[in-house]
């Protein structure tokens, strides 16, 4: 699909595919009439000749190779025909080589070195362009392509991409790199006679024949030869031939000459950090369990109910930190060598081997994640250090909102001088409104005297694009009563966003947008999936598995990255960090993702309500990374496309053992194999070490299939996979593209009309999408549901920190959007809890080892906590307004327990602090906002999923606000917005404040003897209040006052609870009431 060819709207159902032209031009213009044939060698187009016809290299056998091979063969190589070994001949404007004075013809002495001039046509064929026509005129067919505009309107194909008139392969550009296994010709040109040569054998002839496999291995060795050659070149003088290069974390290294090396290696945890650690947690663990035998051997009589609660909670505490804790048991680091990753598939001066990459960029509301936010995460993208013809950007847009794709547009014209400008400074990050933000000393390191005039100018092109999309903005506050329209007059398709045809518009591209310097861009392509009433769409993952199928019908990346649209490049290579993994033979085989960090911009100094997450992303993730591997935490992910697909991961015999709690409860393996044959059948699929096939249910073929003939099994084959993947051949074929690319199968005439059929709303129904493959359909946090059934599948994960952040995304500051933020994360985990993929009970096939196990078990089961961490809560209060203590009278050896206890928390934290890195403030204000999180939101959590799952009551979700900072520094930080999840913690602060000045006044009238036992209720009620001062702060706002509403209702509460108290009065005895009740009054 050609870039600016206009928006593509449809739906399969309805047989519909209309085609609506954005920009103002009047004609219709159809699609590009791409034709060539594919180099057998290197893969890329064989290219035209000066006079306009198929370069043909070899006049016996016509065998494809284009013109670069045919120079290199006859330069370097052995000057013959790889398929029929005749010896090439010189051509026009070819240089000399040995052995051309024995040819007859006539020498082209005047051309001989002109190749560079008299060829530009054909090398740019080879490059993807049209050779006699420019990137904004293309070569258009005899039958143009019906407007929506005109009146009329196209159902089905594209009439001027028929397969009669139009037939591509795809080639090693944007749409991905050609298969290089199959002959191609093109039907439309003429086949070049071949005369056969007698004196030959003919079983040379042919492409799968032994001497055509020898050849190609001679090739390879010969390339790898070259690349020892090259690395010689570097290496230094008294270095054994090493060559000095430099990690990802700035320190020197030394490669050996061999590229074959890994890309990456893990960095341990110092011993001296880690083995003190690990002792001090054997030390609590026995602390913690002398501590729970002393409480639940010494109750306290008078008051039952408090110490009864108080233990319970105490119990769910060391359960807590026990899931919490043990799977941080072996963290690591790992660092990248991105000089191995360019030395093994990205040397200069050739064609890069670095496997393409499609990235996915998701949004739904534009008012409130603003398309100004969107595009500079898009031009981010645009320029990475990557090559643009493996780099695709899908936008998906799951609001069908016309100001998201007017801003699109907008972005991909203002790319074309934002790419190249980052590119010749390399500037960093390449986001323009973060990088002009940037307080910093912008000449550093900048060697080009333009440099300054440069960066002014492209400053005054930002802020008068700015303009332009604020416009949009302003336009689309209020929406007129017929709809949007487009430039042309269309009524904008997307009007009803729950009721709407799918849209796809590609932007730029192979075929369409350029530079202001000439250069290719990656492609961008606009998406909104077809929406209609009485489909489930799944909100976020129903969109992204809609983008992974658009995007492998049309590009088909071997991996896949997802960002929010918040979500910003902040380091331009990024896409290699990742690689070095993905492309690692080690790793690769085996790693489904790769995880980033997410680090974030405007947040205030103090990060008052702990939304850098530095405690999870710094501690717990790099404890993880030493098990299986981090969790997916929804952004900032490289996908390997296989294990979406749901395909097992290549596998070791190692890798296949199974955790300890496997082989004590079954056996070793050898033990099973007595177990019946249909059971090993269904054993073997699971535990399948090769990736080659899909995971098919082997129950849906009969079990005679052996006895059906070759068609029926073919067929049957067939119907497994459609039911597996959908009704769409040229998807499924193109989920065995193992290295992605285009199947070489696939007619470009249906690509238009496949890809809206996959992004149809129905395309889903009787598959298993969403169930077994793509993201998980299930929870609101799909990212948690997805990444857990890869692990249970044997997949690994990695976690890479480069030195420079590689993402960084804006975060809500204010107190209820975080709380708002933090009720949905913990209602997707009550929701999985509550599912069949629970990891309490769902995986047990020996693949997903057991600390990991505890990893996601914790994941799923804090927002339970918040019920034993409320009542804990209350208890100081509770002690102070009664009298009574959770906690009898102890002796000095009971006494020794509680401060054990108190000093293997602090010295578990210190030394946890010691080997991550993490600063003690940002560790409190996570403990600050646990208190605060478990008090509000996940109490709320929970019964928000239970009334979902038990009594189907859905809860609406709310998407995070994204507003720029526009009324000063951190303005939002002081916004208050009414929830109701403020009311619990402000009733708990009050019920505190009030016990506290409940149990002092009664101290100061009974005397001295009670303000011993007083000290341990106030220690205890401190604690809790100031955990909760964040909160406080945010109640009061700037003008530290704070709304009626949440006063009225805290007060109201806080005085039933009292009032009920003092009306029961649990904690006094029978004997006690007859005993009041005997005395005298004032009348006595």
């Not at 492998?552 to 331009?572: E, I, Q």
């Not at 293997?904 to 003690?920: D, F, H, M, N, Q």
Request: hydrophobic content about 35%.
């Amino acid at each position: 699909m050609e870039a600016n060819a206009g928006l593509v709207a449809g739906s399969h159902k309805r047989n519909e595919l209309v085609r609506i032209r954005h920009d103002s031009d009047g004609g219709p213009k159809p699609l590009k009439n791409m034709n060539g044939q594919i180099c057998q060698i290197c893969g890329d187009t064989v290219g035209l000749t000066e006079n306009d016809d198929v370069f043909v290299a070899c006049n016996e056998c016509a065998f494809p190779v284009c013109r670069p091979c045919y120079e290199y063969e006859r330069r370097d190589g052995n000057q013959a025909c790889p398929q029929c070994k005749t010896r090439y001949k010189r051509h026009k404007g070819s240089p000399r080589v040995d052995g051309d004075d024995d040819e007859d013809d006539v020498d082209d002495l005047e051309n001989e070195f002109d190749y560079a001039q008299g060829n530009a046509k054909g090398r740019r064929q080879w490059q993807g362009e049209d050779p006699d026509l420019s990137s904004s005129s293309r070569r258009e067919s005899q039958q143009p392509v019906p407007l929506l505009t005109n009146g009329q309107q196209v159902s089905g194909e594209i009439p001027s991409a028929t397969p009669d008139n139009l037939s591509i392969r795809s080639t090693s550009g944007p749409l991905g790199p050609g298969d290089k296994n199959g002959h191609y010709m093109d039907p439309r040109q003429p086949v070049p006679v071949r005369i056969v040569d007698p004196s030959k054998d003919l079983n040379s002839y042919g492409l799968g024949n032994v001497d055509w496999k020898e050849r190609v291995e001679g090739w390879k060795l010969k390339q790898d030869k070259n690349i020892m050659q090259m690395a010689n070149r570097y290496s230094g003088e008294g270095r054994g031939g090493e060559i000095e290069g430099t990690g990802s974390n700035g320190e020197e290294l030394q490669l050996v000459d061999d590229p074959r090396q890994s890309m990456s290696r893990v960095v341990p945890i110092s011993s001296s950090h880690l083995t003190p650690y690990r002792v001090v947690i054997i030390l609590r663990l026995i602390i913690l369990g002398f501590f729970l035998q002393y409480r639940l051997t010494h109750p306290v009589k008078d008051a039952y109910p408090l110490w009864l609660v108080s233990v319970i909670c105490e119990v769910w505490f060391a359960f807590s930190w026990l899931l919490d804790q043990f799977p941080k048991w072996s963290p690591v680091e790992r660092e990248t060598f991105l000089d191995r990753l360019a030395l093994r598939f990205d040397r200069e001066g050739e064609p890069s081997q670095l496997a393409p990459i499609d990235v996915f960029v998701s949004t739904v509301d534009p008012l409130k994640e603003p398309p100004l936010i969107t595009a500079n995460t898009v031009l981010s993208i645009l320029a990475v250090e990557y090559p643009v013809d493996k780099v695709s950007c899908y936008v998906s847009d799951d609001g069908s909102a016309m100001l998201t794709f007017e801003s699109l547009s907008e972005t991909a014209e203002f790319a074309k001088k934002w790419v190249p400008f980052c590119k010749k400074h390399s500037i960093e990050p390449r986001a323009p409104e973060f990088y002009f933000a940037q307080k910093i000393d912008y000449l550093k390191d900048k060697i080009q005297p333009s440099f300054v005039k440069e960066r002014r100018a492209m400053k005054r092109e930002y802020e008068e694009f700015k303009v332009r999309i604020n416009a949009l903005v302003a336009k689309a506050q209020k929406m007129p009563e017929e709809g949007w329209s487009m430039q042309d007059g269309t009524p904008w398709p997307g009007n009803n966003p729950r009721d709407h045809p799918g849209m796809i518009q590609v932007f730029l591209g192979h075929s369409g947008g350029c530079d202001t310097d000439g250069n290719e861009l990656p492609r961008l392509v606009y998406v909104s999936r077809e929406k209609r009433p009485g489909f489930q769409h799944h909100k976020k993952a129903g969109a992204m598995n809609a983008l992974i199928r658009v995007s492998a019908v049309l590009t088909n990346g071997a991996y896949l990255l997802n960002v929010d649209c918040d979500h910003y490049f902040n380091n331009s290579k990024a896409l290699k960090e990742a690689m070095c993994f993905m492309m690692d033979p080690a790793y690769g085989k085996k790693t489904c993702y790769v995880q980033f960090p997410q680090r974030f911009d405007g947040i205030d100094l103090h990060d008052r309500y702990a939304n850098r997450n530095i405690v999870f992303f710094d501690i717990n993730l790099k404890g993880l990374d030493g098990i299986q591997g981090p969790v997916y935490v929804g952004t900032g992910c490289c996908f390997n496309r296989r294990a979406l697909y749901g395909y097992d991961p290549v596998l070791t015999e190692a890798d296949l053992e199974p955790n300890i709690i496997v082989k004590s409860c079954c056996g070793s393996r050898k033990k099973s194999r007595n177990i019946n044959k249909k059971y090993m059948d269904k054993k073997a699929v699971m535990k399948r070490t090769e990736s080659n096939t899909p995971i098919l249910n082997m129950d849906d073929l009969d079990e005679g299939v052996e006895g059906y003939d070759e068609d029926r099994s073919l067929m049957m084959s067939q119907k497994s996979l459609e039911k597996r993947f959908g009704q769409s051949p040229v998807f499924v074929a193109a989920t065995f593209m193992e290295m992605g690319g285009i199947p070489p199968t696939t007619n470009p005439a249906t690509l238009l009309k496949e890809a809206i059929h996959v992004i149809s709303c129905g395309y889903e129904d009787k598959t298993e999408w969403g169930k077994e493959i793509g993201w998980i359909y299930g929870s609101v946090t799909e990212d948690i549901l997805t990444g857990f059934k890869m692990h249970t599948r044997g997949w690994i994960s990695i976690y890479c920190m480069p030195p420079r952040p590689a993402f960084k995304g804006s975060a809500p500051i204010n107190l209820s959007d975080r709380l708002n933020q933090v009720l949905r994360w913990a209602l997707g985990s009550i929701e999985i809890l509550l599912s069949r993929h629970c990891p309490i009970w769902y995986g047990y096939n020996g693949k997903l080892k057991l600390l990991e196990r505890l990893a996601y078990i914790n994941t799923i089961v804090y927002p339970l906590t918040s019920i034993p961490l409320l009542a804990y809560c209350v208890l100081p209060a509770v002690c102070l307004l009664t009298g009574k203590f959770i906690i009898p009278e102890i002796s000095n050896f009971a006494s020794m327990w509680f401060i054990l206890l108190f000093i293997s928390i602090a010295a578990t934290g210190i030394l946890e602090l010691r080997w991550s890195g993490v600063s003690i403030e940002d560790w409190w204000r996570n403990e600050q906002f646990w208190v605060i999180g478990g008090t509000s939101a996940h109490l709320f959590a929970v019964f928000q999923g239970l009334l979902k799952v038990l009594a189907g009551i859905d809860t609406n979700f709310t998407v995070t606000s994204k507003a720029n900072d526009e009324d000063g520094d951190f303005a939002e930080l002081y916004i208050f917005k009414w929830t109701a999840l403020l009311i619990p913690p402000t009733t708990v602060l009050i019920v505190n404040l009030v016990g506290i000045v409940s149990g002092v006044s009664s101290a100061i009238n009974s005397g001295y003897q009670s303000w011993g036992p007083l000290f341990g209720k106030l220690f205890f009620a401190i604690w809790v209040i100031v955990h909760l001062y964040p909160f406080l702060k945010g109640l009061l706002g700037r003008q530290n006052r704070t709304p009626t509403i949440v006063i009225v209702w805290s007060i109201l509460l806080a005085s039933i609870f009292s009032l009920l108290w003092v009306r029961i009065d649990p904690f006094t005895t029978d004997d006690t009431l007859d005993a009041v009740k005997g005395q005298c009054g004032i009348d006595c």
